[in-house]
Structure formats: structure tokens, C-alpha cells
């Protein structure tokens, strides 16, 4: 059950396997179906998942009343409110299920826990902070740097798995566009 995770921890070589074996305890698996919300704006977030399976969303509801969504999340990826697990304060954010699947979650208290275990831990979570911070900032610049056609060729060279498993519309809002824009990029580009 936690074979990915194993995997994951293991192949970022940080870790000893006594440290992923004391790691992986702290992690208890749970079930999600498609259209279950996680996490709802309002909230304070107290856990961060490793996706086990299945494809969840990050959105928020702007100032037009319309979800946004800004994260997608598939197999192997962590997800979280970030921001409102790290400060405990309530998240602007809703975590939303594309698919049914299962999460890995630490919850932040044991996630502390195990950070203050070793140096090793303590390397690993600076790691996927970094790589989460990269992550936002190379999407944010291309929302605001690059036309809705490069970012969509992008999105098709990169994350193939977005194209074929995301719902369009949750796919245009992700790009920042529309649906029909959306559709209108798909045949010039098909």
C-alpha cells in the first residue's frame, strides 16, 4: 500500500531505508471518491498527502464567484493547503477529487515529528519545498509571460496526463482561459 511512496522517498536519495522505514509509519492511507472535497475554503488544513492514486485539483472561488483552478495533482505528487498547513490558519483554497484514489497523510504534528527525526528529513522537506516553490513560480510567469497557445503546447509536452485525464473545463481554467478558447486551441492544434 505505501510501495509508492517507498519508491518515491527512495529514489530522491536523501534517506536511508531505516529512515524511509520509520518515515512511512507516520502515514496512514485514506480513501477519496470522485467529487469529494478534501479541504474547503475556511478551513485550517492540518495534513499534507502523498498521492497514492487518483487526480485531485487546488481551486478557489475569485472575485467573479468562478473556481479557479491552479494545481492539479496525480499519482506520486504531494498535496496540501500549504500555506494554511504551514501558518494554521484557514485555507482560501478547496481540494477537490477528479477521480476516486487514495492519499498517503501525515498529519502536521507527526510531519514535525519526523522533520526533527534527522538531518535527512529535515534535507527531503526543504527538497519538495523547493520543488513546489519552482513549480508555482514557473506557472505563475507563464500565466503572465506566455500566450494561452504556448502554454497549452507546454501543458501537451510536458504533462500529457493532464490532456488526457483532466476535465476541459477544469483544463481551461487551469491554462487561464476558456472552454470554448480552449477547444478553439485543440483544433488548430489537432
Aim: with cysteine.
Amino acid at each position: 500500500m505505501k510501495d509508492n511512496l517507498r519508491n518515491m522517498l527512495k529514489s530522491v536519495n536523501i534517506l536511508t531505508d531505516s529512515e524511509i522505514a520509520n518515515g512511512l509509519k507516520y502515514f496512514e492511507p485514506i480513501s477519496f471518491e470522485k467529487g469529494d472535497i478534501l479541504i474547503e475554503a475556511g478551513k485550517v488544513c492540518d495534513w499534507m498527502a502523498f498521492v497514492n492514486s487518483g487526480i485531485l485539483r487546488n481551486f478557489y472561488i475569485s472575485s467573479k464567484d468562478e473556481e479557479v483552478t491552479y494545481c492539479l495533482a496525480f499519482q506520486s505528487n504531494i498535496i496540501s493547503a500549504f500555506s494554511s498547513f504551514m501558518t494554521q490558519k484557514t485555507t482560501f483554497e478547496n481540494i477537490h477529487a477528479l477521480t476516486n484514489g487514495e492519499l498517503l497523510i501525515i498529519k502536521r504534528k507527526e510531519y514535525y515529528e519526523l522533520m526533527n527525526s534527522s538531518e535527512n528529513w529535515l534535507k527531503f522537506s526543504r527538497l519538495v519545498a523547493e520543488e513546489s516553490y519552482i513549480e508555482m513560480e514557473n506557472r505563475l510567469l507563464a500565466l503572465q509571460m506566455e500566450s494561452a497557445k504556448k502554454r497549452y503546447n507546454d501543458l501537451i509536452i510536458n504533462n500529457p496526463e493532464f490532456i488526457q485525464q483532466v476535465p476541459l473545463k477544469y483544463l481551461a481554467s487551469y491554462l487561464g482561459i476558456t472552454q470554448r478558447h480552449l477547444s478553439r486551441l485543440r483544433r488548430n492544434i489537432s
